[in-house]
């Protein structure tokens, strides 16, 4: 991977290299009869990423949490919901016995 001088941030130059040092890894651990990822893999791939994109920055701001009004709107929803649903499956398959 040290073939590439610049634009360690650019996926689009860096996804064959990343992938040729990936299969190496996934053939050598073969060849040592390890699974693959194992320890050993993600030491060397986890070096990698500190020494070359250690200064690259995400292209999007970070996420951040949603407001409180619709973070428990997201929360109450799905409780409101559950029994509603228990009792709509215990009401139907009390219908289907009562048609047996």
């Known amino acids: 991977m040290d073939s590439i001088e610049k634009d360690w941030c650019d996926w689009a130059l860096i996804s064959r290299p990343y992938s040729i040092l990936r299969d190496c890894l996934e053939r050598n651990a073969e060849e040592f009869g390890l699974g ?15 020494i070359h994109f250690a200064n690259c920055s995400l292209g999007q701001p970070p996420f951040s949490d949603p407001p409180e009004d619709v973070l428990l709107a ?17 009401w139907r398959s009390k219908d289907s016995e009562a048609q047996t």
């Not at 929360?75 to 509603?84: D, G, K, N, Q, W």
Request: proline share 12%.
């Open 74 to 90: 997201m929360i109450i929803a799905p409780i409101c919901l559950i029994p509603f649903l228990v009792t709509l499956v215990v």
């Open 36 to 50: 693959f990822p194992n320890p050993w893999a993600e030491q060397i791939i986890f070096e990698t990423h500190q």
